[in-house]
């Protein structure tokens, strides 16, 4: 997605050019380096990386190589005929963006210096949209490392790049029960809140962005077709009550804001999942 301002570069701008790399596509061959050559280079301002796999998690290699090459050619996932080739050079990329639920590997690139880090290094800026949930074997399965080990990596990323380069993220909220049981039985991600929210206040970071998960038809197959669980869909009403009773509190009493994504009928302040102020 892009983005276009008028802005100069050398501007404070509160909008950007911005491009989302999926983890989908892969460097061009050199068999497809003429056609390359032959599209014109796109610069966005922001690399988002990404929203649709966690490529610091299980890609880096991957986002390295292309950070290498200097370039990446992106297909577009709703009509793969148009492509387009993005510019990763440092001189026009002002910050990449990363969102991931583990960043063991892009820490242990970065603490173990040589090419990754250097290749990192060469950015101005580094934004972390970090997801850090309550451990669930129904809902994470693929998560690896233990929360104890994750809020660790949330405070590396604080220290090294500061508080204001993390937007951290307890989202989505989930209500569910398992096929088969009684409807009186539900399930919910809540448990580790409170110890995932008085960590954050302990380390700097004084917002959390939260979000109730939306039962699009697509999920609810999915999550009852290959995981045997069932979403339970909450009313806003209900929602609004999770809030003032569970999360609201116990953010204030460690200091934290609580700000939404994209749910405005939550009626508390939004979020900005990459902020142009927050880069600048």
Not at 19 to 27: A, H, K, S, W
């Amino acid at each position: 997605e892009e983005v276009i301002v008028e802005e100069p570069a050398n501007k404070k701008v509160k909008e950007f050019k911005q491009m989302t790399l999926t983890g989908q596509v892969l460097p061009s061959s050199s068999s497809g380096a003429a056609a390359s050559a032959a599209r014109v280079m796109k610069v966005s301002e922001v690399i988002s990386c990404s929203r649709r796999s966690d490529v610091p998690a299980f890609k880096l290699d991957w986002v390295l190589a292309l950070i290498k090459a200097g370039s990446v050619e992106v297909t577009n996932p709703h009509n793969p005929k148009q492509k387009s080739v993005i510019s990763l050079n440092p001189k026009d990329v002002r910050c990449f963006a990363w969102w991931s639920k583990d960043y063991k590997r892009w820490i242990q690139a970065w603490k173990e210096g040589g090419e990754a880090h250097d290749l990192l290094a060469k950015y101005d800026c580094h934004l972390f949209n970090f997801t850090i949930n309550s451990p669930s074997e129904d809902l994470e399965r693929g998560v690896q490392t233990s929360l104890d080990e994750r809020l660790q990596q949330l405070a590396f990323l604080v220290e090294q790049f500061g508080p204001k380069s993390v937007v951290l993220r307890f989202d989505p909220i989930v209500h569910y029960r398992k096929v088969g049981e009684a409807a009186t039985v539900v399930h919910n991600n809540l448990e580790s809140f409170e110890k995932i929210i008085s960590f954050a206040g302990t380390i700097g970071i004084m917002t959390v962005t939260v979000a109730f998960n939306c039962a699009y038809p697509a999920v609810k197959r999915r999550m009852s077709n290959k995981f045997g669980l069932e979403v339970v869909e909450l009313t806003v009403a209900q929602k609004k009550e999770i809030l003032q009773e569970t999360l609201l509190p116990i953010a204030k009493k460690h200091g934290v804001d609580v700000v939404s994504c994209c749910q405005p009928e939550l009626e508390i302040p939004h979020s900005s999942c990459i902020s142009g102020e927050q880069i600048n």
